[in-house]
Nanobody
Framework: QVHLVESGGGLVLPGGSLRLSCAAS????????MGWYRQAPGKQRELVAE???????NYADSVKDRFTISRDNAKNTVYLQMNSLKPEDTAVYYC?????????WGQGTQVTVSS
């Protein structure tokens, strides 16, 4: 079983930046894709960005050119650098890891973009 712990959320002004981190522990051998999803109030959870073990990335259109996902395989950690944040980026952000056919989720971290 993979255990994921997110950190780095908070309150930021529009146009500001935040960096989220997610550390995986437990049965980390064989983790392939890692990613970030978000869920805003009243909306479905959606993919924000994902990255394979080899470094191939995929982004939602709404965050392209503003967010950057990266990972450190030695530390079993994935990051999400979020720049030029907008109020519509406000959501709970969840880390996700895919190991074989098993998908694990973190507890989520709140990101609020507001003046």
């Amino acid at each position: 079983q993979v255990h994921l712990v997110e950190s780095g959320g908070g309150l930021v002004l529009p146009g500001g930046s935040l960096r989220l981190s997610c550390a995986a522990s437990g049965s980390t051998f064989g983790i392939n894709n890692m990613g970030w999803y978000r869920q805003a109030p009243g909306k479905q959870r959606e993919l924000v960005a994902e990255i394979t073990r080899g470094g191939t990335t995929n982004y939602a259109d709404s965050v392209k050119d503003r967010f950057t996902i990266s990972r450190d395989n030695a530390k079993n950690t994935v990051y999400l650098q979020m720049n030029s944040l907008k109020p519509e980026d406000t959501a709970v952000y969840y880390c996700n890891a895919l190991r074989g056919s098993s998908r694990s989720w973190g507890q989520g971290t709140q990101v609020t973009v507001s003046s």
